[in-house]
């Protein structure tokens, strides 16, 4: 089984940054894409950006240019920097990752979410 730990939210004024990051942990075998979604109150949650095991990229429109996510493979752990955020940036921020392991084989893992808050 594994698990996924984020950490790197918090409160900042608009035009800040933030840096999140996501830690697998484990039995693993080997993690294939990695992402992150955001779900603010009232709205479905949203991917906000993805990465493959190759490294390729994906981005919702709306943080194109803002937003860069990446990974380290040692490490097991997936980055999402945020630059000139904007209150409507405001939302609960999840990781997912799709983990192989021994026992479960593929599947999708959620971490437990962190709250970014972006003041005008």
């Known amino acids: 089984q594994a698990q996924l730990v984020e950490s790197g939210g918090g409160l900042v004024q608009a035009g800040g940054s933030l840096r999140l990051s996501c830690a697998a942990s484990g039995s693993i075998f080997r993690i294939d894409a990695m992402g992150w979604y955001r779900q603010a109150p009232g709205n479905q949650r949203e991917l906000v950006a993805s990465?493959?095991?190759?490294?390729?990229?994906n981005y919702v429109d709306s943080v194109k240019g803002r937003f860069s996510i990446s990974r380290d493979y040692a490490k097991n752990t997936v980055y999402l920097q945020m630059n000139s955020l904007k209150p409507e940036d405001t939302a609960v921020y999840y990781c997912?990752?799709?983990?192989?392991?021994?026992?479960?084989?593929?599947?999708?893992?959620w971490g437990q979410g962190t709250q970014v808050t972006v003041s005008s």
């Open positions: 997912n990752a799709d983990i192989l392991t021994a026992r479960d084989g593929t599947r999708k893992y």
């Open positions: 990465i493959t095991y190759g490294g390729s990229t």
